[in-house]
């Protein structure tokens, strides 16, 4: 049973970089893609990018410019990180699994809240 | 980016009742249509994907249809366990994009 686990701060500073961990166990990284996806409080969904076993990445161009998605395969674990941060991203993060064969989300991590606040 | 919009954005229901949410993308997506569901302090769970297919283990009471840029999530018989916001999202280009969700309630 595959399983995706975030772990990182909860509370960052405005203007600080936000930075989580996914750790995957009980399959392989290959021939999937890794993403992460965030829901602020009360709204809905938002794709933020994924990276390929191999380190080919994807970002979504509303927050690209900010963003930046890495793995470590030997550790079974894939991060992200996000700079300059404000209230706005405040939120859940989550990180899922898609296959290849498109970017439909089959795996969830239980995600976890990010507060960005002084 | 491609626009999804559900509707209704939230409805009342009796156990029992056949559900129906509707999902519109801003232009065309083919198949590339996914369903989840969602609970309160849980993550989303992939219910359908590519339109229509059952994720395993899904109950065969959640159905898809649609094609083109008009889906359909239909739930044949609520139970107490499917109420929950549904959130479809397509998968035809990048960037990904969800719809807003829509919330089902116990009438």
């Known amino acids: 049973q595959v399983q995706l686990q975030e772990s990182g701060p909860g509370l960052v500073k405005p203007s600080e970089a936000l930075s989580l961990t996914c750790t995957v166990s009980?399959?392989?990284?290959?021939?999937?893609?890794w993403n992460w996806i965030r829901q602020p409080p009360g709204k809905g969904l938002e794709g933020i990018g994924y990276?390929?076993?191999?380190?080919?990445?994807n970002y979504n161009p509303s927050l690209e410019s900010r963003v930046t998605i890495s793995v470590d395969t030997s550790k079974n674990q894939f991060s992200l990180k996000l700079t300059s941060v404000t209230a706005a991203d405040t939120a859940v993060y989550y990180c899922?699994?898609?296959?290849?064969?498109?970017?439909?989300?089959?795996?969830w991590g239980q995600g976890t809240l990010v507060t960005v606040s002084s | 980016a491609i626009r999804m919009t559900q509707s209704p954005s939230s409805l009342s229901a009796t156990t029992g009742d056949r559900v129906t949410i509707t999902c519109r993308a801003s232009?065309?997506?083919?198949?590339?249509l996914a369903w989840y569901q969602q609970k309160p302090g849980r993550a989303p769970k992939l219910l359908i994907y590519?339109?229509?297919t059952l994720q395993s283990g899904v109950p065969s009471r959640f159905s898809g249809s649609g094609s083109g840029a008009d889906f359909t999530l239909t739930i044949s018989c609520l139970q107490s366990e499917d109420f929950a916001t549904y959130y479809c999202?397509?998968?035809?280009?990048?960037?990904?994009?969800f719809g807003q969700g829509t919330k089902v309630e116990i009438k």
């Open positions: 999202q397509q998968y035809y280009s990048y960037p990904w994009t």
């Open positions: 590519g339109t229509s």
């Open positions: 990276i390929y076993h191999s380190g080919t990445t």
């Open positions: 232009q065309g997506i083919g198949s590339y």
């Open positions: 899922a699994r898609s296959g290849a064969a498109g970017g439909r989300f089959d795996y």
């Open positions: 009980g399959d392989s990284m290959s021939k999937y893609y």
